[in-house]
C-alpha cells in the first residue's frame, strides 16, 4: 500500500502581517482617538459660540424685524395701529 504524502498546513494570513505592526493601537486608545475627533469637529463646527461667545439666532427672529419694521414706521406716521401689514 502506498504512503500517504503529508501536506503542510498555510496560514491564511500573510507572513508580513504576522509580524505585527509598532503603531497598532488598542481598544482603548482607539476610543479615545474616536472621541478626540468628534470633540475637535464640533469646536470647529461651533467655533464661533465657543470662542466669540455669540449665539445662534434663528430666521424666525430675522424674519420677524422685518415684518414689525413696517406696521412701526405706519405708526409713526399716522398714530394709528395697523390691521394688517400688506407687506408679509
Not at 505592526?21 to 476610543?31: D, E, G, H, P
Not at 430675522?62 to 412701526?72: E, P, R, S
Amino acid at each position: 500500500m502506498a504512503k500517504k504524502k503529508k501536506h503542510k498546513i498555510q496560514s491564511s494570513v500573510p507572513a508580513h502581517a504576522e509580524q505585527g505592526s509598532k503603531t497598532k493601537l488598542t481598544n482603548r486608545q482607539q476610543q479615545w482617538l474616536g472621541i478626540g475627533l468628534v470633540v475637535f469637529v464640533l469646536i470647529l463646527q461651533f467655533a464661533p459660540m465657543v470662542f466669540d461667545g455669540l449665539s445662534p439666532t434663528g430666521t424666525d427672529v430675522i424674519g420677524g424685524l422685518g415684518k414689525v419694521h413696517q406696521v412701526k414706521e405706519f405708526e409713526k406716521e399716522t398714530g394709528e395701529r395697523p390691521l394688517w401689514n400688506p407687506y408679509v
